[in-house]
């Protein structure tokens, strides 16, 4: 049989009902309605359906003709009761006079199983308002599935034709069961779901004599006492009045029995109930279910099966039994939050929701601890939406923190309640925003609330480079937005390695979306390159810098030539950024949070790279083998006129080799002949030692050697190792070739 949702037979009610006030016939004037339109099993007798009422215009007494006939036909399987049709039509000849009213004994002819013919009698033609009412007795045999339509043909009676909705017939199935309010319970058991069980049509339950039987899974039981004086069991709408701990004997008198009971091993509960004699539409029974496991119960859905005597064996879930804990989970979608920004609207994250499983996981009143990435930092906490009289205590923020404590306190029920963070994001940080959950208050876990995206992605185009040059060319930079208005109003800054400086100024443009840049102001001073964003982008936009010329001084070492991207345009939480301001509420108090990080840039990419390096700066190997004059230098053999030797473990050269060795010039050697002491000058290092004399001094600083410069065949000798490494450079000794190694 098809099957019709409630809301869908109220529509075809409604439907029909205003059908029915259209007239078939052009002579009909009465109006028309139907009484209550009951719901009705498929398997009914003896039942009354919605009564078809005409009653004349008050204004136009005379529409019902006397001696003219009409019939009411009804769907197949709505058979009239022949021993109803006797008082099935009534007639009130005045309205407005008492009376004038009865059932009309004659006119009235059943034709078949589903059709009356009623003639009007003669008296019936007046100046009066006279109500003709339908009504009689039903067996339902057979019909289908939804709204049951009385089919009127006035044939000129002045009854008015239509087609009518005078019930439903219900689904398969005398009762639903449903549950009102699952609940969650711990190992202490409680208050689960209502159960409600509902006739499907008005005398579903046909016997009087009800017992109803609940049962619970393996290993719960029924809490007992919650049902002592036949407490938390409601009968309602056709069933009230139902008596429990009553029935009827076999000879029709009420008796006692015991009202609610139970197993010996409380998993099933029994009510014995006695319905009302007269019903005169569904009934409903409820029950507060109130459940405790034992000790082997599992945790998850709890099932009861609910049965009787008429009632459709169901099984339905009231509730979940669940070890002690606390849900936390984001509150909506991922908040995806540009790096960098101030802007309290572009710093908040997803809210956490925090909840007890059951009553009692969280430890009232002890601290928890969130923590954020160490590239995040706190700026503000609120709580909201809390529920069941829950109270939040947020420790104070000052912006300097990825972490912050809270304290949570029972109300009348559950602690739940949000918690929504407006947070700083370091401007470089990419990635998910994790909230570590902790402490001592039993709430434990961790939650993605946000995802960080850096505001540009920078691409280079590194180019070779030599130092003490000027106007070297390299290649683009090219700035991408992550996102529309990444980028925002303001001053973005390029700035160069120390010793490198800007030639000229280079072309700045957008190349790809609607950003917009002020060409005037478009700056370079030294190291720096300024410009201005006048205009924010509407879809993701780039920003090429090209025709880029470098200036190098003759320190710069050899490798990679950085810039830093920043400036107030993309970042506006760095160190130096005056922008930022965040400011909160504590109490009746604005309160100025920091919020910023020890950075002000977004990237920092190589721009050129240095392929020579300063004078000086070259790296060498030279090697030296004891009693011999023959040395080299990065493999190249050379002579010198003394050779090198060891004494007390040490290993003495003269000055000139020494300084060859470590990549001294000439001019840095120094000799002075009134004190005896020798001076190299390397890199900015000063090495100095007197010939005869254990220190070494080193840009001032004496160091004390276990070996002393010497004079040996009027030449000054210095211990090597000591010379070298005062000049950053490493010192070898293999035992085996008696061979010197200085690496620098």
Do not use: C, H
Not at 705 to 722: C, E, G, S, W
């Amino acid at each position: 049989m098809k099957k019709f949702n409630k809301k869908a037979l109220n529509v075809m009610a409604t439907g029909a009902i205003l059908a029915s006030i259209v007239p078939m016939s052009a002579f009909a004037a009465t109006d028309a309605r139907v009484g209550d339109q009951p719901t009705v099993a498929d398997d009914s007798d003896n039942v009354r359906l919605g009564a078809l009422e005409f009653k004349e215009d008050e204004d136009y007494p005379n529409d019902l003709k006397g001696g003219r006939s009409f019939t009411v036909t009804y769907p197949s399987g709505v058979k009239i009761k022949k021993d109803s049709v006797a008082n099935a039509v009534y007639l009130d000849l005045d309205v407005k006079r008492a009376g004038d009213e009865g059932p009309l004994t004659t006119g009235v002819q059943q034709v078949g199983d589903y059709t009356l013919n009623i003639t009007l009698p003669a008296d019936a033609t007046n100046s009066a308002q006279s109500l003709l009412r339908i009504d009689p007795e039903f067996e339902i045999d057979g019909a289908a599935e939804g709204p049951i339509e009385a089919v009127v043909e006035g044939f000129n009676s002045g009854v008015k034709s239509g087609k009518y909705v005078i019930g439903y017939v219900s689904g398969s199935g005398d009762t639903t069961t449903t549950v009102l309010d699952t609940k969650t319970v711990g190992e202490a058991g409680g208050k689960m779901g209502t159960i409600r069980i509902t006739e499907s049509a008005k005398g579903a339950l046909k016997d009087r004599n009800q017992t109803f039987e609940f049962k619970l899974p393996n290993n719960f039981e029924w809490k007992t006492s919650e049902y002592d004086a036949n407490a938390n069991i409601q009968f309602i709408a056709g069933f009230t009045g139902t008596k429990i701990g009553k029935k009827l004997d076999s000879n029709g008198n009420e008796v006692a029995v015991d009202g609610i009971t139970f197993s010996s091993d409380k998993r099933t509960m029994y009510v014995n109930a006695l319905l009302p004699a007269s019903r005169d539409q569904q009934g409903i029974i409820q029950l507060v279910s109130y459940v405790k496991p034992t000790k082997d119960a599992k945790f998850g859905d709890v099932e009861v099966s609910v049965k009787g005597k008429d009632v459709d064996r169901s099984d339905i879930v009231i509730g979940k039994y669940a070890d002690y804990g606390v849900t936390i989970k984001a509150d909506g979608d991922i908040e995806e939050l540009v790096s960098g920004r101030m802007e309290a609207d572009d710093m908040e994250l997803t809210e956490i929701y925090f909840k007890e499983s059951v009553d009692d996981s969280w430890y009232n009143g002890r601290r928890t601890t969130v923590t954020l990435p160490s590239w995040v930092k706190v700026v503000d906490v609120e709580a909201k939406d809390k529920k069941n009289g829950t109270t939040v205590e947020i420790d104070t923020i000052d912006g300097k923190d990825n972490e912050f404590e809270f304290t949570a306190r029972k109300g009348t029920g559950k602690i739940e309640f949000n918690l929504k963070i407006t947070a700083s994001i370091k401007a470089n940080a990419e990635g998910d925003i994790v909230a570590k959950i902790g402490g001592r208050s039993g709430a434990d876990g961790e939650v993605t609330i946000g995802k960080a995206v850096a505001p540009v992605k920078v691409t280079t185009d590194a180019k070779d480079v030599k130092i003490g040059l000027q106007n070297q060319a390299t290649g683009d930079i090219v700035l991408t937005e992550s996102v529309d208005e990444a980028i925002q109003e303001g001053k973005v800054t390029v700035k160069l390695a120390k010793g490198v400086d800007w030639s000229d100024e280079p072309k700045v443009e957008v190349i790809e979306g609607d950003l917009s840049i002020d060409e005037d102001s478009i700056e370079v001073d030294d190291e720096l390159l300024t410009f201005e964003v006048d205009g924010e982008s509407t879809k993701p936009s780039k920003i090429k810098i090209s025709g880029i010329q470098l200036d190098l001084n003759r320190s710069i070492a050899e490798g990679d030539i950085t810039a830093e991207i920043g400036g107030d345009a993309i970042i506006r939480n760095g160190k130096n950024s005056n922008a930022f301001g965040y400011t909160t509420v504590s109490g009746a108090k604005i309160v100025s949070v920091d919020g910023r990080f020890d950075q002000d840039y977004v990237a920092k990419v190589t721009v050129a790279k240095v392929v020579t390096p300063a004078p000086g700066a070259e790296k060498a190997t030279a090697t030296f083998t004891l009693g011999s004059t023959t040395y080299t230098v990065n493999g190249v053999e050379k002579t010198a006129d003394v050779a090198a030797y060891a004494e007390g473990g040490r290993t003495y050269l003269p000055i000139r080799y020494v300084a060859d060795a470590l990549g001294v010039t000439p001019d840095n050697i120094l000799y002075d002949k009134a004190t005896s002491t020798v001076t190299l000058i390397k890199d900015g290092v000063v090495a100095q030692m007197t010939i005869g004399s254990n220190i070494l001094k080193i840009n001032g600083a004496s160091i004390t050697m276990d070996a002393k410069a010497q004079l040996k065949d009027n030449r000054t000798v210095l211990p090597l190792r000591y010379a070298a490494q005062a000049l950053g450079a490493q010192v070898s000794f293999d035992e085996a070739t008696k061979v010197v190694t200085v690496n620098k």
